[in-house]
Every structure is written in C-alpha cells, then in structure tokens.
C-alpha cells in the first residue's frame, strides 16, 4: 500500500524552527520528485519546496527561500523540511506529496501525505 506520513509539526513561537519528516511506503520515494505542500485556512495550496529525482537538485518558493531547507534521506526512504526563523504567516497545514518532476502545481503530484499542522504564535 502506498502511503506518505508526516510528522514533526507542532506549536513554535516566531523565529523558532521545526524539522518536518515525511515517511513513504510502498514505493521508492528517491524515484519521485519529492515536494512539501502548506495551506492555510481560506487559502489556496502553495508550494513551497521540492527536490529533484533526476539530479537532487533542490528548489524553493520565495517565501520560504533562506529559511527553509528540503533534504532526503534515501535510506529511510524518508524526505525532511527544516524550517527556521518560522514567522506567523508560515502557519498552515504542511504537506508532503511526489510527482514525476518538480513543480509548484499541486494537481500534477499523484502521492500526497495526510498532513501535519504547524503553528507559529508566541
């Protein structure tokens, strides 16, 4: 069965971090390019981050760009996103999702994860 499941979300006060990991079974996660997804309430899904299956070659929103750090770790067939100096706007739902190629269009990612919310408030 496939599945993607996220974990590592959580309250964090502004300019703290979090680190978001996102397990995958039932398929080899380092063949898909692997994106993380956020939306907040009455917002549209926004890409944010995603890393390459071809080269590993890594790419950001520019939103998240300086603050945000995609990684994979292929032998735990697992991606992560490190999230530093967090602001109240990056509060959203996070998401992490694999496609055939990197892109910010989230129709054309075919595994998604259930979610993990993130919350920055002091």
């Known amino acids: 069965q496939v599945q993607l499941v996220e974990s590592g979300g959580g309250l964090v006060q502004p300019g703290g971090s979090l680190r978001l990991s996102c397990a995958a079974s039932?398929?080899?996660?380092?063949?898909?390019?692997r994106g993380w997804f956020r939306q907040a309430p009455g917002k549209e899904r926004e890409g944010g981050s995603c890393?390459?299956?071809?080269?590993?070659?890594?790419y950001y929103a520019d939103s998240v760009k300086g603050r945000f750090t995609i990684s994979s770790d292929n032998t735990k067939n697992t991606v992560h996103l490190l999230m530093n100096r967090l602001k109240a706007e990056d509060t959203a739902f996070y998401y992490c999702?694999?496609?055939?190629?990197?892109?910010?269009?989230?129709?054309?990612?075919?595994?998604w994860g259930q979610g993990t919310q993130v919350a920055v408030s002091s």
């Open positions: 039932g398929f080899t996660l380092d063949h898909y390019a």
């Open positions: 999702a694999a496609a055939a190629f990197c892109t910010w269009y989230w129709a054309h990612y075919e595994y």
């Open positions: 890393i390459s299956s071809s080269d590993g070659s890594a």
